[in-house]
């Protein structure tokens, strides 16, 4: 069985940084591309970030709302994703999703997510 | 950015009659291995969402058959031929042919009227 199990979260001040981390399970991990996607309290769904896994250089993407505060990596060797997050605001307040990609879609499995509140 | 719009936002729905969700992109996502990298996720109450349906059309498994998905290029629609009270919950479609960045619809609300 596919489990994504995210860590990380917790309660910091504006300005503050983050590092969430996401333990997969049950598959290949380095077989996947991975993303974490978020959603504000009461709001949608928003994509953060993606990696590729090796095949593809790990190549990175970000949304816009992140760009150069947030960094995300993976280590293969232990099956975790993380995402690393600097210069964090109220609006990154949210709960982080990990998800695993495959040919089929960017996202095919959820893990049960970690909330992340930013306030001062 | 390709712009996600689903409709409606509201969907009350009687138990066994039938539902429908419309997706819309702001253009076409028809790749060119021919595939539309369009998924459909439902989120229940309380859980995180689950996959229902990608490339726009072929179920995952376990999910149950009255769950069905269609559509091309820029129109896509997500049917439940009869609601059941489990369905009760948030639908969202994605897309993942033009990114970054990868784009959600805002969401539908299903409950039961």
């Known amino acids: 069985e596919v489990q994504l199990v995210e860590s990380g979260g917790g309660l910091v001040k504006p300005g503050q940084s983050l590092r969430l981390s996401c333990t997969g399970s049950?598959?290949?991990?380095?077989?996947?591309?991975m993303s974490w996607v978020r959603q504000a309290p009461g709001q949608g769904l928003e994509w953060v970030a993606f990696?590729?896994?090796?095949?593809?250089?790990?190549?990175?993407a970000y949304a816009a709302s992140v760009r150069g505060r947030f960094t995300m990596s993976r280590d293969d060797s232990r099956s975790i994703a993380y995402l690393q997050m600097n210069s964090l605001k109220t609006e990154d307040t949210a709960v982080y999703f990990c998800?695993?990609?495959?040919?089929?879609?960017?996202?095919?499995?959820w893990g049960q997510g970690t909330l992340v509140t930013v306030s001062s | 950015d390709v712009v996600m719009t689903q409709s409606p936002l509201s969907l009350p729905v009687t138990l066994g009659q039938p539902a429908s969700i419309s997706c819309r992109s702001s253009q076409s996502l028809m790749y060119s291995d021919g595939n539309s990298y369009l998924s459909w996720f439902q989120q229940r109450p309380g859980q995180s969402p689950r996959r229902l349906i990608y490339?726009?059309?072929k179920r995952d498994s376990g999910v149950p058959d009255r769950f069905s998905g269609s559509g091309s290029g820029t129109e896509f629609t997500l049917k439940i031929s009869r609601v059941e009270a489990e369905d009760v919950g948030l639908y969202y479609c994605?897309?993942?042919?033009?990114?970054?960045?990868?784009?959600f619809g805002q969401g539908t609300r299903l409950d039961i009227k």
């Open positions: 490339k726009a059309s």
């Open positions: 994605m897309q993942g042919t033009y990114w970054p960045p990868i784009t």
């Open positions: 049950g598959f290949a991990f380095a077989d996947y591309t």
């Open positions: 998800t695993r990609g495959d040919s089929t879609s960017k996202i095919d499995h």
């Open positions: 990696i590729f896994n090796k095949p593809h250089d790990g190549t990175i």
